[in-house]
């Protein structure tokens, strides 16, 4: 079975670059969609994007000026990068892996980032 | 954007009853959504998949039915670990992706 492992710093300073890795074991990268999704404290889920092992990516249209998202087959890992952090941004950040049906079968724990001075 | 709509937003059930959420899709999702389960301070969980295919290890008494832009999630018997908050969501149009603002189950 897939097991999703999020890290990162937990702060993150406004208008700097929030940035994760999700490392995956148990299985190879190779064979799925890996996605990012975020939840604003005591709030819901909201997709950030996906990218796949071969660098192509699909990013939500609210997100996409500031997202980028990318791969390390060799580490079997992604990674994603948030632009222009504000405070909106603070959430349990999470990765998830699917197939490519996109229904989100794998969960990392998740990782609380807070933007804030 | 595909907006996906639950309700009620809470659900106040005692163990051993049955719970039916409701999730509404605009425009149609035919039957490309999917339910998850969090439970506090945990990551979502996979439960059902177009519209009504558990997922691996998924206890029989969740089941899910619909299609175009009316779904159900139906819990048969309400057990202690089942009180928790679901979400439903879409992967038929995008990007993006969305889920609905979800319900929560909580003990009366």
């Known amino acids: 079975q897939v097991q999703l492992q999020e890290s990162g710093p937990g702060l993150v300073k406004p208008s700097e670059t929030l940035s994760l890795t999700c490392t995956v074991s148990?299985?190879?990268?190779?064979?799925?969609?890996w996605s990012w999704i975020r939840q604003p404290p005591g709030k819901g889920l909201q997709w950030i994007g996906y990218?796949?092992?071969?660098?192509?990516?699909n990013y939500n249209p609210s997100l996409k000026s500031r997202v980028t998202m990318s791969v390390d087959t060799s580490k079997n890992q992604f990674s994603l990068k948030l632009s222009s952090a504000t405070a909106a941004d603070t959430a349990v950040y999470y990765c998830?892996?699917?197939?490519?049906?996109?229904?989100?079968?794998?969960w990392g724990q998740g990782t609380l980032v807070t933007v804030s001075s | 954007e595909i907006v996906m709509t639950q309700s009620p937003a809470i659900l106040s059930m005692s163990p051993g009853e049955r719970a039916t959420l409701s999730c509404r899709a605009s425009?149609?999702?035919?039957?490309?959504l999917a339910w998850y389960q969090q439970k506090p301070g945990q990551a979502p969980r996979l439960l059902i998949y177009?519209?009504?295919t558990r997922a691996s290890g998924i206890p029989a008494r969740f089941s899910g039915s619909g299609s175009g832009t009316e779904f159900t999630l139906t819990i048969s018997s309400l057990q202690s670990e089942d009180f928790a908050v679901y979400y439903c969501?879409?992967?038929?149009?995008?990007?993006?992706?969305?889920f609905g603002g979800g319900t929560k189950v909580e003990i009366k």
């Open positions: 969501q879409q992967y038929d149009n995008w990007p993006p992706l969305t």
């Open positions: 148990g299985g190879s990268i190779r064979n799925y969609y």
């Open positions: 990218i796949y092992y071969s660098g192509s990516s």
């Open positions: 177009y519209t009504s």
């Open positions: 425009p149609s999702v035919n039957r490309n």
């Open positions: 998830a892996s699917s197939e490519a049906t996109l229904k989100m079968d794998y």
